[in-house]
């Protein structure tokens, strides 16, 4: 698959201690194991000159304590609550001036918060996404992407998971309802 390096971002997605580190709230070994090729796509993305876009899963702790139904401290626990190690990208995948953090409070990255707007100043149209979990927060970006309209393409071995089903459901339902699904091999750009 090709991609103008100009209209590309690598979107990682949630790549925090919590989820990737072994001393993590919400540690999964294969959230781990997608660290490095987090690390070779984002090389080979700024090699070409496109853009990398990291989120963070953040949560004020008083962020669920009045709402009605949805409650991820209820479903996860606490975790990646605001200013802690829990909330902070790997340490391997460290941002640059250049790239773009965004801190979200919900599955979607783009739900309240300024991805699409600097994506859309940016002149971005497609995003190679990676990341994790791949049928939670990386799956939920991707459809938000696809609805607007950009080309999600979910790289299949860039992205954690809890467990393998849950990485096929996810790669399968984005490939065949709004994306793409690759691997890293198959990326060009031109």
């Not at 781990?32 to 004020?60: F, K």
């Not at 971005?124 to 990341?131: F, K, S, T, V, Y």
């Not at 860039?158 to 793409?180: K, P, Q, T």
């Amino acid at each position: 698959m090709s991609f103008d390096p100009d209209a590309t971002a690598v979107v990682v997605v949630d790549m925090q201690n919590s989820f990737c580190h072994p001393d993590g709230s919400l540690y999964a070994a294969p959230s781990e194991d997608a660290i490095e090729p987090c690390v070779e796509l984002i090389d080979h993305a700024r090699a070409a000159g496109a853009s990398v876009v990291y989120t963070r899963d953040v949560h004020p702790p008083e962020q669920f304590e009045d709402t009605h139904y949805y409650d991820e401290f209820e479903r996860w626990g606490e975790h990646v609550l605001e200013g802690s190690w829990d909330a902070e990208l790997v340490e391997e995948l460290r941002e640059r001036p250049a790239d773009l953090v965004v801190e979200k409070h919900t599955y979607d990255a783009f739900h309240e918060t300024q991805l699409e707007g600097w994506l859309d100043a940016h002149g971005i149209d497609d995003l190679l996404i990676c990341g994790t979990l791949a049928n939670v927060c990386v799956l939920h970006t991707a459809a938000s992407a696809g609805l607007r309209d950009y080309r999600p393409v979910l790289i299949e071995d860039a992205v954690g998971f809890i467990e393998g089903d849950h990485r096929e459901y996810a790669l399968d339902h984005a490939d065949w309802l709004f994306g793409e699904v690759t691997d890293r091999g198959s990326i060009e750009f031109a």
